[in-house]
């Protein structure tokens, strides 16, 4: 391979790895003019001068050039071979040393897992454990297998393949796009083929989740916070390459948080979701109770638990629907309320 | 001793996460100090002493300051052998983002932010480009497709890094950091002779020399004019 950029023309390289066009880019390389050049012969005509004025390294653009084009290969060709089907967490110890008190955690693909306990309690270091996929090499000595294997260590390097995407409570959009653009960019980081069809796909998933539509053209920065927070999980769930999501609390406003965890299993990503609300924590398979930086308890979310949840879900969608008549200009009044959470004729509730 | 070299722009967080680290290195018995470079002012000194850190700080004041760090690391170096570190971290913002204050065979780190936006690793030099770790901070308040596209980036500049997202405040990230930053069977006594792993920024123009007037007349040495694309060029 290290004789191609002296063999063949900037034109043939670009046809065989497209990508490389991004490279050239991000590297400030203007070739234009130059495509029926090889590589090395576009290198050589920078004067001593240009060389020194914009900081050009010739050896190390060859070197980074060719190892920009491995990963890229690496990364499109094995996509496939990427599949996580499951997520293995091994015991470690808690703060003080002691043993915790489970021998493993398995979660599968499509399965959502809660983490519960105060804060502090080391939250932050399981979440990094697991994005380090650790073995038995962190301060708290758990390993992580995925497919019940010891993970290969590109998942700690490669910066094509993290492990873990994360959406916080904080998080913001601060580039000055708007909401077709953003996708755009990051597709083409994504090397995605069809650009407008994924696009298409994400502002529809985005809005089935929003409380209120947003359009392509709308500016990512002036999106309310429930409208962000539906775009950032509908462009996780379909375009990020990463297999875990770590989600730290989704708010109760403006987004329906049952259909965006359904949204992200039905990609097929592991979700785990460190949060207090009880309608989360119960929608999840388990949940991890944690406790003085150890996992204390694995709780398997019990039928019981379903059944409150079903009826916690009840409550949430009269909140949501009173929220919907505010936003539409309606005025609440006690009659609609009293029909939907009293059983018809009597004075019980429904839940 | 092992040493490693901290830069990035001003305000990415390298001194937050160069704390988050070294708190792990102390569980492993690693004694680690710092020198702490900059240009007119930093406090940051206060915070590596509040931390039990030996720190030394270093402003460069008129002087360029990597030129500066270069013109002292050897120095550098004699203090954290006297102090008997095991492992020496320097830090200095490149003010330009043109300089880049690595040696070779020294482990280097560059520390940029997510907030800095999706263009900054175009337009930082060789600090980026050469660096043998590429730490990416304020991970948790940018959206995680922007975390992707900035990570995307930095690997087009910088493909052989390793690439790793720490967050400054939590320190999520900083213990696997600290496990790529000391190696027992390095040992470092004098970095003299060691080369720059790219040369600096020529700069020796009338205005280094302390010139303040305005004018063709008054401009001596390396001076460049800027293209106005005028028909006449």
Same mark, same amino acid.
């Given at each position: ?18 990508? #490389?066009?991004?490279?050239? @880019? ?9 495509e029926?050049?090889t ?26 050039l060719?190892e920009?084009?491995d990963k ?6 094995l ?9 293995t ?14 021998? @493993? ?11 519960v306990?105060p804060t ?14 650790a073995?038995?090499? #962190? ?5 992580i297998l ?9 998942w ?18 601060v ?20 650009i407008?069809k ?11 989740l ?6 392509l ?5 002036s999106l ?14 379909i ?9 730290? @609390? *989704? ?13 992200l ?22 949940? *991890?109770? *944690?406790?003085?930086?150890g ?11 379903k ?5 916690? @879900?009840?409550?949430?969608?009269i ?7 505010l ?16 059983v018809?004729?009597?004075?019980l509730?429904?839940? | 001793?092992n040493?490693v070299?901290? $830069? ?9 996460v ?20 900059d ?16 720190v ?5 004041? $008129? ?7 270069v013109?002292?690391?050897?120095e550098?170096?004699?203090w954290?052998?006297?102090?008997k ?13 043109r300089c ?15 907030? $800095?936006?999706?263009?900054?690793p175009k ?27 900035f ?35 390095q ?17 020796l ?7 303040i ?21």
């Open positions: 391979m290290n004789n191609m950029l002296y063999n063949i023309s900037i034109r043939e390289l670009l046809q065989k790895y497209p990508f #490389t066009l991004g490279y050239f @880019e991000e590297n400030r390389l203007d070739v234009k003019g130059f029926g050049n590589f090395i012969e576009y290198l050589n005509h920078f004067t001593q001068e240009e060389v020194e004025e914009w900081a050009i390294d010739r050896e190390k653009i060859i070197k980074d060719l920009y084009i890229m290969m690496d990364f499109l060709g996509e496939d071979n990427h599949n996580v089907e499951s997520l967490i091994i015991a470690g110890r808690d703060k003080d040393g002691n043993p915790e008190k489970f021998r @493993e955690i398995n979660i599968n693909k499509s399965q959502i897992v809660s983490i306990g502090g309690s080391g939250k932050s270091r399981l979440l990094a454990d697991i994005e380090w996929a073995r038995r090499d #962190t301060p708290t000595g758990r390993a995925i497919n019940g294997e010891i993970p290969d260590t590109k700690r390097f490669s910066s094509n393949n993290k492990l873990v995407a994360q959406l916080s409570q904080n998080m913001n959009f580039m000055d796009l708007t909401v077709e653009e953003f996708l755009k960019l990051h597709a083409q980081s994504r090397m995605v083929g069809n407008d994924v696009v298409q796909e994400i502002i529809k998933a985005g809005n089935n929003a409380g209120e539509e947003f359009q053209d709308t500016n990512i920065t309310s916070g429930g409208q962000s927070r539906a775009l950032m999980i509908a462009d996780t769930a375009l990020s390459s990463s297999p875990i999501v770590l989600i730290d @609390e *989704i708010e109760n406003a403006g987004i329906d948080r049952k259909k965006a965890l359904e949204l299993i039905s990609s097929d990503k592991i979700v785990l979701i460190a949060t207090h609300d009880p309608i989360l924590a119960l929608m999840a398979d388990k949940r *991890i109770v *944690i406790k003085n930086g996992i204390d308890r694995v709780i398997e979310t019990s039928e019981e638990e059944k409150v949840l079903r009826e916690l @879900e009840k409550m949430d969608r909140i949501q629907n009173m929220r919907n008549d936003r539409n200009g309606l005025s609440i009044d006690n009659e609609k309320l009293t029909k939907q959470i009293l018809p004729g009597t004075n509730l429904t839940y | 001793m040493l070299t901290v $830069s990035g722009p001003p305000s990415t967080g390298k001194t937050s160069i704390l988050k680290v070294i708190e792990a290195l102390k569980l492993r018995d690693i004694f680690v100090g710092v020198v702490k470079f240009c007119l002012y930093t406090d940051d000194d206060i915070l590596y002493e509040k931390a039990n850190i030996p030394i700080k270093g402003l460069s004041g $008129s002087l360029c300051p990597d030129h500066y760090f013109s002292n690391i050897e550098v170096v004699k954290g052998r006297k102090k570190l095991d492992l020496l971290i320097t830090e200095s913002a490149g003010l330009c983002n880049s204050p690595y040696i070779d065979g020294i482990t280097s780190i560059c520390v940029i932010d997510n907030l $800095s936006g999706v263009n900054t337009k930082i030099g060789p600090m980026l480009k050469a660096a043998d770790i590429v730490v990416i901070t304020k991970g948790d308040i940018v959206s995680q497709a922007e975390r992707e596209v990570l995307s980036r930095v690997n087009s500049v910088n493909p052989k890094a390793t690439t790793m997202h720490i967050n400054g405040l939590t320190g999520q990230g900083a213990y696997e950091l600290s496990t790529l930053l000391y190696d027992e069977k040992d470092i006594d004098r970095v003299q002779g060691n080369r720059l792993r790219f040369p600096m920024p020529s700069a123009c009338s205005y280094c020399l302390g010139e007037r305005i004018g063709e007349d008054y401009q001596m040495g390396n001076v460049r004019k800027i293209k106005l694309g005028d028909e006449d060029e």
